[in-house]
């Protein structure tokens, strides 16, 4: 291992142990670990480490599902003290704010001055700005406002060498110089996961705050009803919703628990959340659709005495609370199968919104067939994005549940869809890369990796593989 004269690395084996996992369930324990303080120090370690040729792997609060952010060689590089937020510009409606900031700590601030940061990844309180700029985070909003990328008005870079980056999206409303992948450099490193560059700061665009929310949780017989409902909901034009949130019956169990009401819609197998801020979310003028909602349940079989309605600040907050207790208790026991060789398996898998209903119904399947329990389905149905996510018992389930996720990619890629729609590729998801990515598609971003770190030392092993095609 090279040694580092810098006081920001260190190889304190408690320290390394410390950040040698994500949300994965991967364990990699890294060589050292840097927690600079300022983007200059971040590009002296750069400086060093083109220097001698270590391997550096950017990470912020490490809520990765992929195993983007750890790694087992060279510097883990902690971004996390890079936590600035300036205050709001409330002309432009923007906000400059280091990449280790918490994405709900910069919508707090956001909304103190009456506006809105609209990307909410249900991990918000434990990610950072700089991992949701890694891999274009989206979340329940992205329904209505799209995932991070158009939120991302400009970043800082520093590159492998340190060199430094200002990069500005451009404000032309046309353009016709050259290939359009190179029309804006921003969008080169929003989604790279760290492999062409260290995101350090960005400004962020803002959206007016809705004058009014309404949130509803809708319960359903079926899971067809449920699909439908979903379907009749993104081509209504009486309601407009900024969300709709699939629960499997599963997922339905653990937001139960997670309210204490284990009493309710006990006959339901599935459930919808939805959330309603009008046509105009910058007018206070008329009522929310409340009515049209529930005619619309109502025509596709859900179960109406049960509809639960939010409509405080509070509630809301609960409600999100809820749906957050998903992800976090099958994190919790695909922790609980580490030590036996297992842990949680999540997809990321979208479709277009149509075809929701029939990418589950194979999924679902190929996992009968194999023998294995069928993964707790929840998520951005609006989006035709849900997450599976299945606990592996030991290593031998482990494989099988990997061979159902891929028997599931190959049949989402034919409806058109997406291997990964919001948590990026990491190390976990390389291997589906090719189902999706074409070969000159992939020879593209090799050739971007190549512009930009020659020597293939920023986060090795994320997205691309080490061969060249």
Known sequence: MTVFTLPTVTTDADVRFAFARDVSGLELIPEAVARPTSIE????????????????TPAGL?????????????????????????????????????????VADVRRAAEAAGLLFTPDPTSEEESTIGGAIACNASGARSLRYGATRPHVRALTVL????????????????????????HDPVDWFIGSEGTLGVVVEAELALHPLPTQLLGLVIPFASDADALAFVVSARRSRSV????????????????????G????????????????????????????????WLALAEHHGALTEDIRVYDSPASQTEARRMRHAVPATMNERGAARRAFGGRKVSTDWAVPYPRLGDALTLARRFADEAGIARGIAYGHA?????????????ADELQRIEQVVYATLKEVIGMGGTVAAEHGIGKIKRKWLPLQASVAQQRVMRALKQEFDPLGLLAPGNVLSGNPL
């Open 240 to 259: 407009h919703p900024r969300c709709l949130e699939y629960f499997d019956a599963g997922a339905m169990d653990i937001a139960r628990a997670a309210e």
């Open 261 to 292: 009401s284990s009493g309710w819609a006990t006959s339901a197998v599935a459930m919808v959340y939805v959330e309603e801020t009008g046509a105009d979310e910058a007018s206070s003028d008329g009522e929310l659709p409340l009515d049209e």
């Open 62 to 102: 490490q809520s990765s599902t992929t195993g983007a952010s750890i790694v087992d060689q060279g510097v883990l590089l902690s971004l996390r003290n890079l936590s600035h937020i300036s205050a709001v510009d409330t002309d432009t409606r923007s906000i400059r704010v280091g990449v280790g900031a918490i």
């Open 382 to 394: 609006g989006n035709g994005h849900p997450h599976q996510n299945f606990i592996a018992q030991d």
């Open 41 to 56: 120090e971040v590009a002296e370690l750069l400086r060093e480490a083109t220097a001698t040729r270590t391997a550096v």
């Open 159 to 182: 590159l492998a060498n340190g060199e430094r980056l200002d990069l500005q999206r451009p404000q032309l409303e046309k353009n016709t110089v050259g290939y359009p992948i190179a």
